[in-house]
């Protein structure tokens, strides 16, 4: 007799927001996320008192750069190596990095090339963190539950925004940017005991029997290059997307261990993607949503409240409004754990999403432009968990890296080029016909969403 080394689809775990484990690295991730917010307000005072305007905005700009250009290589170590440990190493690496430069600017004034080399460091790091976090969720939870983490993920997320600016000017007033920068190093660290206390679900435990999806569906893939074999039939027995399911403790024990290289590993997690029925759609319709979102809400809303006269305060209402709607959407998945049909929603309010954009240029001042934010908050925050949500489900953890760090050099890397572009269009055109642009954009990022059978008919595990 072979025993399966999937679990039977019935497993069901505590609900996230009652899970001990999930609360420790949820606590871990927001204390990570509010050091980096004061980490960024360090950065630009320190930056702007060290040199000038146009340094400084180099030096806030140079981390993007390794972030862009290693992403893709950082989901490769995250699934080599697995997430928690690649997240520790991270937060260990950032907490030093800011702590010395605290020190040194306590002792000297040593100039921009100290904080130019931490940006480079952050950013560096940030190509290995991101993906790693991105994977975490799923080892430190059952799939049931992954919905409700993305709804928690993204409180955490706007707590880090809402206190992290304070916090950061707080310190900078009290002690400079060196007092910052030690305040930053020490949240970091707080994260790093947190996430050493998290349990990993070390078994391939799969809590759905049957995943629409183009590859095998498995179970953890352990903390190391050692879980890799096991962790899926694709990646034991045959190339990403074969039709592998059930494979049996015997078959995989005689199967013999591939040696990868990182390469390899690279080319193998986008095959995957690429010929996934559903992650390979998902990243499209992500990708146009990103693009069409980002340039009007960051730079085109500077531009918009300039031109109406909102004043930077009526700008700060407005981003308020989109923050508010954000959260509750995250609340909403918090409280529900499960929505269904979630590609069918996902697409839908991508789409009526774009229509709010589009809406935001033409609204007739700042209450009204706040009320659409905050609508544009709720379909944004709702669609952006619900397709995080699909993502962490559908894919295979053995490339639960490598899939998370396309997702987000998509949205890190790509879309901010969104930002420059949307504002040279709108001093040749105005505001108003750029952000109808930019929602078209968006909307088709629904369009793929509803139009793929696959995604559209794609279902969060409960």
Same mark, same amino acid.
């Given at each position: 007799m072979t025993?399966?080394?999937i679990?039977?689809?019935?497993?069901?775990g505590?609900?996230?927001h009652?899970d001990?484990n999930?609360?420790?690295?949820?606590a871990?991730?927001?204390? =990570? !996320?509010?050091?980096?917010s004061v980490y960024?307000?360090? %950065? =630009?005072w320190?930056a702007?008192?060290?040199?000038?305007?146009?340094q400084?905005?180099?030096?806030?700009a140079v981390s993007?750069?390794?972030?862009?250009? #290693?992403?893709?290589?950082?989901?490769v170590?995250?699934?080599r190596?697995?997430p928690?440990?690649?997240?520790?190493?991270s937060?260990l690496v950032r907490?030093a990095?800011?702590?010395?430069?605290?020190?040194?600017l306590f002792?000297t004034?040593p100039?921009?090339w100290p904080?130019?080399?931490?940006?480079?460091v952050f950013g560096?790091?940030?190509a290995?963190f !991101?993906p790693?976090v991105?994977a975490?969720p799923?080892?430190?939870t059952?799939?049931?539950?992954?919905?409700?983490?993305?709804?928690?993920r993204?409180?955490?997320?706007?707590?880090?925004?809402?206190v992290g600016g304070p916090?950061g000017g707080l310190?900078v007033?009290?002690g400079?940017a060196?007092?910052? &920068?030690?305040?930053?190093? #020490?949240?970091?660290a707080?994260?790093?005991?947190?996430?050493?206390?998290?349990r990993m679900?070390?078994?391939a435990?799969?809590d759905?029997?049957?995943?629409?999806a183009?590859?095998a569906d498995?179970g953890?893939?352990?903390e190391?290059?050692s879980?890799?074999?096991? *962790?899926?039939?694709?990646?034991?027995?045959?190339a990403p997307?074969s039709?592998a399911?059930?494979v $049996?403790?015997t078959?995989a024990?005689?199967?013999?261990a591939r040696?990868?290289?990182?390469?390899?590993d690279?080319?193998?997690?986008l095959?995957?993607?690429?010929?996934?029925r559903v992650?390979?759609? #998902?990243?499209l319709?992500i990708?146009l949503g990103?693009?069409?979102?980002?340039?009007?809400?960051n730079?085109g809303l500077?531009?918009l409240?300039?031109?109406?006269g909102?004043g930077?305060?009526g700008?700060?209402?407005?981003l308020s409004?989109?923050g508010?709607g954000?959260g509750a959407?995250?609340?909403?998945?918090?409280v529900?754990?499960r929505?269904p049909h979630a590609?069918?929603v996902?697409g839908?309010?991508?789409?009526?999403?774009?229509? *709010?954009?589009?809406?935001?240029?033409?609204v007739?001042?700042v209450?009204?432009?706040?009320?659409?934010?905050?609508?544009v908050?709720?379909?944004a925050g709702?669609s952006g968990?619900?397709?995080g949500a699909?993502?962490? $489900?559908?894919?295979d953890?053995?490339y639960?890296?490598?899939?998370t *760090?396309?997702?987000?050099?998509? =949205?890190l890397g790509?879309a901010?080029?969104?930002?420059p572009l =949307?504002?040279?269009?709108?001093g040749?055109?105005?505001?108003?016909?750029? &952000?109808?642009g930019s929602?078209?954009?968006?909307? %088709?990022?629904?369009?793929?969403?509803?139009?793929v059978?696959?995604l559209?008919?794609a279902e969060?595990?409960?």
């Open positions: 025993s399966t080394l679990a039977p689809g019935t497993a069901i505590k609900p996230a009652r001990p999930v609360l420790r690295w949820l871990a991730y927001t204390s =990570s !996320m509010v050091g980096d960024y307000i360090a %950065l =630009s320190a702007v008192q060290q040199g000038s305007p146009a400084a905005g180099a030096v806030m993007a750069v390794p972030r862009a250009l #290693l992403m893709l290589g950082g989901g170590i995250a699934d190596f697995g928690r440990r690649v997240v520790i190493g937060d907490c990095a800011g702590l010395s430069v605290a020190a040194l002792l004034s100039g921009l904080l130019a080399l931490l940006a480079v560096t790091v940030d290995v !991101m790693a991105g975490l799923a080892r430190v059952t799939r049931d539950q992954l919905a409700r983490v993305q709804g928690m993204g409180l955490a997320i706007r707590f880090a925004s809402v916090l310190a007033a009290l400079g060196a007092a910052a &920068f030690g305040l930053a190093g #020490l949240l970091i707080v994260s790093v005991p947190l996430l050493i206390s998290v679900r070390e078994s435990v799969d759905q029997a049957e995943v629409d183009g590859g498995a953890d893939a352990g190391g290059a879980g890799r074999g096991a *962790a899926s039939g694709a990646a034991v027995l045959g997307g039709e399911r059930g $049996t403790a078959a024990d005689k199967a013999p040696v990868t290289t990182p390469l390899g690279l080319e193998a997690g095959r995957y993607i690429r010929a996934h992650l390979a759609p #998902l990243m319709a990708a990103d693009l069409g979102f980002v340039g009007p809400l730079v500077t531009l409240a300039d031109e109406r909102w930077a305060s700008m700060g209402w407005v409004g989109f508010v954000a959407a995250a609340l909403l998945l918090t529900r754990g929505l590609g069918h996902a839908w309010a991508i789409l009526a999403g774009s229509v *709010a954009i589009g809406a935001l240029a033409f007739p001042g209450l009204a432009a706040v009320g659409v934010a905050l609508l908050g709720l379909l709702l968990a619900l397709c699909l993502l962490q $489900t559908q894919a953890p053995a639960l890296g490598r899939v *760090a396309v997702s987000s050099l998509v =949205s790509f901010p080029l969104s930002m =949307s504002a040279a269009a709108i040749a055109w105005g505001t108003g016909p750029v &952000f109808v929602a078209a954009v968006c909307g %088709l990022g629904g369009v793929v969403a509803l139009c059978p696959d559209r008919r969060l595990p409960g």
